[in-house]
């Protein structure tokens, strides 16, 4: 089926996007409005990259994981009942895609069978300088969510930086609710080191996905619902 060719709204006074709700923008969005689409994507960046990285724990395939999850999710836009949310909803698509490419790469692997008492973290992480800058802190804590194992690292993204609640968690990865729990005491346990107070509050700044990215990202996604 060929997609029809993005436009601007050719509305006599075109709204002041800025000011437009979720669904205000998803109706733009369903006409092909490219800045609708833009701001779409701009807004749930952040989370949808965080939550590919946390399941294929590598940047670039994470950023072509969101990218597909994105082309997806705006040329079939009409099965989006708004229930849940976008954020939700794009969330899900973008763990079904992560997924998929990782059972593609491990075939024999499931994550859902992770084991839970294998080791998460590497201990020995060297001591940041009493005055670290904020960037530099949130550099290690990357580093050490990097070490939890991939059942943890996604179960700790979505809970404590993603904000996600267990039963969120648990529907998005296909586990367990109790197993949510578990995963994320244990993440929580490995974390809890020396730097906690260093680090608490740099969480937020884990993985950055803006500005020039993000923009190149919103391209990509155009150029391929154009197709």
């Given amino acids: 089926m060929t997609i029809p060719a993005l436009a601007v709204s050719r509305m006599p006074h075109p709204p002041d996007y800025a000011l437009l709700g979720e669904l205000e923008l998803v109706s733009l969005a369903r006409l092909r409005d490219e800045r609708a689409i833009r701001l779409l994507i701009k807004r749930h960046n952040q989370r949808l990259f965080r939550t590919a990285r946390s399941i294929l724990g590598n940047d670039a395939e994470a950023e072509d994981v969101v990218q597909a999850s994105y082309a997806l999710a ?52 060297p001591s940041p300088e009493e005055e670290v800058a904020r960037h530099e802190v949130a550099r290690l804590l990357e580093r050490m969510v990097d070490r939890l194992a991939p059942g943890f690292r996604s179960v700790f993204v979505l809970r404590d930086i993603e904000g996600l609640s267990t039963e969120e968690t648990a529907t998005l990865l ?54």
């Fill in 74 to 125: 705006f040329t079939h836009l009409d099965s989006f009942r708004g229930d849940s949310g976008m954020a939700t909803w794009l969330t899900r698509i973008t763990v079904n895609e992560a997924l998929g490419r990782l059972r593609r790469r491990r075939p024999t692997e499931r994550i859902d069978a992770l084991d839970d008492d294998a080791p998460a973290l590497n201990s020995g992480e």
């Fill in 174 to 227: 296909e586990i367990p609710a109790e197993t949510v729990k578990s995963r994320l005491h244990r993440a929580r346990r490995e974390l809890r080191t020396q730097f906690t107070s260093q680090v608490t509050g740099s969480f937020a700044n884990l993985y950055p996905f803006d500005g020039e990215r993000c923009a190149s990202m919103a391209d990509h996604v155009l150029d391929a619902i154009r197709r």
